[in-house]
């Protein structure tokens, strides 16, 4: 059971990429599924969050308007499309099956390597 989160890269400010997190050894469709970030030397937050039930979405206030999140579950992938990227959403990007907008789930300990997201002039 695993979750690969990938897509990241050197963007500069106002571009956009899109995240996939892909999962193995188990199906997306039944888990909800957060995206969460790490920027150099802060706490993990929570970005955004795509609920099981009926794909709700959800978003950290940093990053509404301009991040959406959705679900692919044919190809067994959650995607974080992100757009007018800024200097400050710099940092590691991690999927997980769980959610936490506001606070991040202590417990939750299976976070991957996640993928850099740099966004730079």
């Known amino acids: 059971v695993q979750l690969q989160a990938s897509g990241g890269g050197l963007v500069q400010p106002g571009g956009s990429l899109r995240l996939s997190c892909a999962a193995y050894?188990?199906?997306?469709?039944?888990?909800?599924i957060g995206w969460f970030r790490q920027a150099p030397g802060k706490e993990r937050e929570g970005v955004s969050c795509?609920?099981?039930?009926?794909?709700?979405?959800y978003y950290a206030d940093s990053v509404k308007g301009r991040f959406t999140i959705s679900r692919d579950n044919i190809k067994n992938t959650v995607y974080l499309q992100m757009n007018s990227l800024k200097p400050e959403d710099t940092a590691v990007y991690y999927c997980?099956?769980?959610?936490?907008?506001?606070?991040?789930?202590?417990?939750?300990?299976?976070w991957g390597q996640g993928t850099q997201v740099t966004v730079s002039s």
């Open positions: 997980a099956t769980v959610c936490g907008i506001a606070t991040v789930p202590l417990w939750y300990d299976d």
């Open positions: 050894g188990f199906t997306l469709d039944s888990y909800a």
């Open positions: 795509i609920s099981s039930v009926d794909d709700s979405a």
